[in-house]
């Protein structure tokens, strides 16, 4: 009786079957773990964004600057960091959005948006729109008067144009 050397082709059929299952499931898994990823990241940064926004109002309100929080509205926040960011892509005027890097932040000086392109656009979802662009505004937000000092407080918040959601 002859001693078999190596795989019979059956076996052989089989094991590339398994591998191309697990590599199916674990590519889907890592697709959508990649898309967290995104998400999360695409959330600290308009955290940032909120900070920078807060500490420009606390400025202009130490200053005793107080008229000029309302001309912030609608502009460029990213101008106001140290140090450009690096995911921050630059200031883009409307039409150019066809060539520009996915996972980046652009600011649109002609609508004053804040956009940030997806790469995972296939698990985010904008309402009414295909686009991958998720945009947001900076707007003014009047809080309760101040009844002691009898003036009006004033917010800057950072607001998505349209409501999306990831997943």
Not at 14 to 24: P, R, T
Not at 111 to 129: C, V
């Amino acid at each position: 009786m002859r001693r078999q050397q190596g795989f019979s082709l059956l076996e052989g059929v089989i094991s590339i079957l398994l591998v191309a299952c697990f590599y199916g499931v674990l590519s889907l898994y890592l697709d959508r773990l990649a898309a967290r990823t995104e998400a999360a990241a695409m959330d600290a940064v308009v955290r940032q964004l909120e900070h920078q926004v807060n500490r420009r109002v606390a400025q202009l309100y130490i200053r005793g600057e107080t008229q000029k929080i309302t001309m912030l509205e609608g502009q460029n926040p990213f101008v106001w960091f140290a140090e450009s960011p690096q995911f921050y892509g630059g200031e883009i005027a409307g039409q150019q959005k066809g060539q520009l890097r996915s996972k980046r932040w652009y600011y649109d000086t002609e609508s004053g948006h804040i956009l940030y392109l997806a790469e995972y656009n296939n698990y985010l979802k904008i309402e009414g729109s295909s686009s991958r662009f998720v945009q947001f505004v900076l707007k003014l937000k009047h809080t309760a008067a101040d009844a002691v000092a009898k003036r009006t407080s004033l917010e800057l918040v950072i607001h998505p144009v349209t409501p999306y959601s990831w997943f």
